[in-house]
């Protein structure tokens, strides 16, 4: 129920974060000029042999300081067979990808999850993987400038988040990484876009849809909801997918989850932002704790960098656990305190 593969820069310095605050108001200071192309091939050469060095199916999430240009961290992400993997982004130094340099990030803004491949051969998967804003105040943007929740990728995703240019890039073909940075930012595919949000309004597609040209190199990307709005009835289609029971050291609750918000994400903590936030007394839990969310036919229970960690009692934490949703429940433990419960409601 660990989860591997999630390998962090030697550059990015811990233990001497400011993690006071969670999230600032959205910054009123004038977006930068830097193209998504300069800031690439700016920092292209500090990136590019990490990159080249990995043989298998993974990710690299490379973000660029906007402001500066510069290449500020990296962490590869490798996918595991028959097992979700999942990396948060923030400004907490315990985040896989630890950013520091802007107040506008909050403490835990991005989880980016990676679908379980079937193979780790060469040129046999491609890497699919979903970008989930954390609930923070200004989520992230596309290249083309639009604020999104979510989205859901196969193929390299450019994205801005709080001062930050974020490529997220396949890896696992060293070939695709030319000495030229020219010829690294040409020899990316085309980034096709679809809107869940149009199309379905209501939750998110069981599916991917399917690319446009198989025979073309392109990159397909769906925009999507993240996690929903807060509250401990999320059953905005009427109908209740399943029953989240949290216990704390003095308190006892439930929330219930419609299929559609269980598909865009259920998010707990002790922030005001989270789900069932009133129903948690427990202070070891962190502000922003935990994920809960379907993918495809799994529900995952997805840590999101918190400081007394998730898991099954008395087993080692865990970044990412299946839950089976049995009659009788999956119990895990949440910080010190917290006991969680998750069952699936028959239909």
């Known amino acids: ?88 982004v923030g400004r907490h130094d315990a985040c896989d990808l630890y950013l520091n340099a802007s107040d506008r990030l909050a403490l835990r803004h991005l989880a980016v999850v990676l679908d379980p491949v079937t193979s780790w051969k060469r040129g046999q998967n491609g890497v699919r993987y979903r970008v989930l804003d954390l609930r923070t105040a200004d989520g992230f943007t596309d290249e083309h400038g639009r604020t999104l929740r979510g989205l859901r990728c196969e193929g390299p995703a450019l994205i801005r988040c709080a001062g930050h240019a974020l490529f ?35 939750g998110s597609l069981p599916r991917y849809l399917p690319m446009p040209r198989p025979d073309l190199r392109r990159s397909l990307i769906i925009r999507t909801h993240g996690p929903r709005e807060t509250g401990v009835n999320l059953t905005s289609s009427g109908d209740i997918a399943g029953v989240l ?20 994400g259920v998010l707990l903590g002790r922030y005001a932002r989270c789900d ?35 898991c099954v009692p008395g087993s080692h934490r865990a970044r990412v656990i299946a839950l089976d949703g049995s009659s009788s429940g999956n119990e895990l433990q949440l910080g010190t305190g917290t006991r969680v419960r998750w069952r699936w409601v028959a239909a």
Not at 179 to 197: G, H, K, N, Q
Request: net charge negative; aromatic share 6%.
């Open 276 to 310: 069932g936030a009133q129903l948690t007394d427990d202070p070891s839990l962190s502000r922003v704790h935990a994920l809960l969310i379907q993918v495809d036919d799994q529900v995952l229970l997805i840590d999101t960098a918190s400081i007394n960690g998730t």
């Open 168 to 202: 997220i890039l396949p890896l696992g073909d060293p070939s695709d990484w030319p000495e030229s940075a020219e010829d690294a930012w040409a020899f990316l595919p085309e980034r096709v876009y679809f809107d869940e949000l149009d199309q379905n309004p209501a």
């Open 1 to 88: 129920m660990k989860t591997i593969g999630v390998e962090l820069w030697g550059g990015q310095a811990r233990g001497a974060g400011k993690n006071h605050m969670t999230c600032m108001r959205p910054s009123t200071q004038p977006v930068l000029g830097r193209s998504l192309r300069e800031l690439f091939v700016g920092a292209y050469a500090t990136f590019a042999g990490r990159c080249r060095e990995v043989d298998e199916p993974a990710i690299a999430m490379v973000a660029v300081d906007e402001r500066t240009g510069r290449a500020v961290g990296i962490a590869r992400v490798r996918a595991r067979v028959d097992r979700h993997v999942a990396a948060i």
């Open 245 to 264: 029971e949290l216990t704390g050291p003095r308190q006892h609750g439930t929330i219930q989850d419609g299929h559609d918000e269980l598909n865009d």
